[in-house]
């Protein structure tokens, strides 16, 4: 607090004021002086009604179609504004349709559920927390799974109503089991640094209508052997988890965006057991072996309704194999970037269908891995009437792509209206790939986007920095930090400016 005593102190050599330059008005300049610094703003969220609920797609190559065409009207849009990469402050356009539905309007944060209806693909449907009311995330413990404290993500996720669930600070949360979520709920990390790891990490079993968006998942170990609550009312025995980042296990209407997974035990994302309308978007992937898998197994008849969306992925450093690995299903693989792999990037069996669109895919410099395909523990008198194709996918040092189908320029010409994209229309499309603010890019605090965001730091900076911290001691370090450096200089410049008056003021 300031000294208004000293504010008053008598100089020995300066003539004596005005009498209208009282002490009293030099009270009420250090009180406004205070006031300015202990200013704060309020914040509205506002709430939405639920849509109807839509069912499986009927037409799977029609809804590539609509991919395909969302993806052309705003590359489109972009293209006729003329806004280049080189010039991005004059515009938040992009081209890619997710990112611009929502992210050109400077209000975003007072609307979020708006992302709702940005989804693309077969998880297009999913409804989140969509008419729900915001559930602020504000302890980052995770002490008992069974008996979950209020403020926490474990007791957000099971309640059964719709929520859209967003963070008070920037946290990590270290899960003591699996995080089972029930049907209804948005996880929304935009504006904050939040990273999930720990036991389990996230299972979504038997539910439908999740979105997961803006959140570092990493680290994730193998758990159970444990009682574990999945709703308001049930909870039961947990058996030995896989390890995985995400687990959608007999679920539908899925919506996995603009997350950064890596390191966990076992797969990065697995989509099994009958699970379909899902979308798995503008996301960042790294460091692991078996990145993901779609479908239980060869001959689970279930998974071959399964409908996965891949679209505008980066699959970046130290990848291995399964990007993805499909069993059954029909799998349209759209404008990712995959900057190598150590085995292969996309393999399958049990006659899946793989439709693969405007990707880039780098192979590594091992002359034994440049091919893109496998098709795994099968041999070629079953794989060759698979339905495996690339249309407009750039091949960078020496990659090739075996497709496989009969008729296969036929079959697959009627269900695209656009040509292959560039290499550089990639790289406009997963320029935002991961977490915002993880890799330099920046969508501002829960509250507004103007005031600052994220930190710069990936998940191998946390796992090495912070897995063996306090999340209450990050929370709080990185809540007080940024004030601190705001109100530094507006301190110090008004305390020099007291300094300067004090010989006037007297």
Not at 56 to 68: G, M, S, T, W, Y
Not at 287 to 295: A, C, I, P, Q, T
């Amino acid at each position: 607090m300031l000294d208004l005593d000293n504010c008053r102190r008598k100089p020995t050599q300066i003539q004596p004021p005005p009498r209208h330059f009282s002490s009293a008005m030099l009270r009420r300049t250090c009180i406004v002086l205070i006031s300015l610094l202990s200013s704060v703003s309020a914040f509205s969220l506002p709430m939405q009604k639920n849509i109807t609920l839509l069912g499986q797609h009927p037409d799977p190559e029609a809804l590539a179609r609509e991919v395909q065409r969302r993806v052309n009207v705003s590359v489109a849009r972009r293209q006729s504004q003329e806004v280049f990469l080189s010039d991005q402050s004059s515009s938040c356009l992009t081209g890619n349709p997710i990112d611009d539905c929502w992210r050109c309007d400077p209000n975003w944060e007072a609307d979020r559920q708006r992302l709702a209806d940005c989804g693309i693909g077969f998880g297009q449907y999913a409804l989140g927390g969509k008419g729900g009311q915001i559930y602020v995330v504000t302890d980052s413990s995770d002490h008992d799974a069974v008996t979950p404290r209020p403020g926490t993500l474990r007791y957000a996720v099971i309640q059964s109503e719709p929520l859209w669930i967003v963070f008070a600070t920037n946290m990590l949360i270290k899960l003591k089991q699996e995080l089972i979520f029930n049907s209804y709920k948005t996880l929304d990390g935009r504006g904050a640094n939040v990273h999930i790891v720990g036991g389990g990490c996230i299972t979504l079993q038997y539910i439908s209508n999740v979105i997961i968006h803006n959140i570092h998942i990493h680290q994730c170990v193998q758990s159970g052997e444990a009682n574990v609550r999945s709703s308001p009312t049930h909870y039961g025995w947990r058996t030995l988890s896989d390890g995985d980042g995400i687990s959608i296990f007999g679920s539908r209407d899925i919506w996995i965006d603009h997350c950064s997974l890596s390191h966990c035990k076992d797969g990065l994302i697995d989509v099994v057991m009958g699970s379909t309308g899902i979308t798995i978007s503008n996301n960042y992937f790294s460091h692991h072996d078996e990145v993901m898998l779609l479908g239980h197994s060869d001959t689970y008849v279930p998974d071959s309704g399964m409908q996965v969306t891949i679209a505008f992925n980066h699959f970046g450093e130290s990848l291995v194999q399964r990007m993805p690995r499909c069993r059954r299903g029909y799998i349209h693989v759209v404008n990712n970037d995959f900057t190598r792999w150590e085995m292969y990037a996309i393999g399958g069996s049990g006659n899946p269908t793989i439709n693969s669109q405007g990707n880039r895919y780098t192979a590594p410099t091992n002359p034994n891995a440049k091919e893109v395909t496998k098709r795994v523990d099968t041999d070629e008198k079953k794989w060759r009437d698979w339905n495996w194709r690339s249309e407009g996918d750039i091949l960078v040092n020496g990659a090739f792509f075996i497709a496989s189908g009969e008729s296969i320029e036929v079959l697959y010409e009627k269900a695209y209206s656009v040509e292959p994209k560039s290499a550089a229309l990639i790289d406009q499309l997963t320029m935002n790939a991961g977490v915002f603010g993880g890799r330099g890019n920046n969508v501002g605090t829960w509250r507004t986007e103007q005031s600052g965001g994220g930190y710069g730091y990936g998940d191998d900076y946390y796992s090495q920095n912070m897995l063996s911290g306090s999340p209450a001691l990050f929370a709080l370090s990185s809540t007080l930090l940024l004030p601190l450096l705001l109100i530094a200089p507006l301190f110090l410049s008004s305390y020099f400016l007291l300094l300067y008056l004090n010989p006037i003021f007297s």
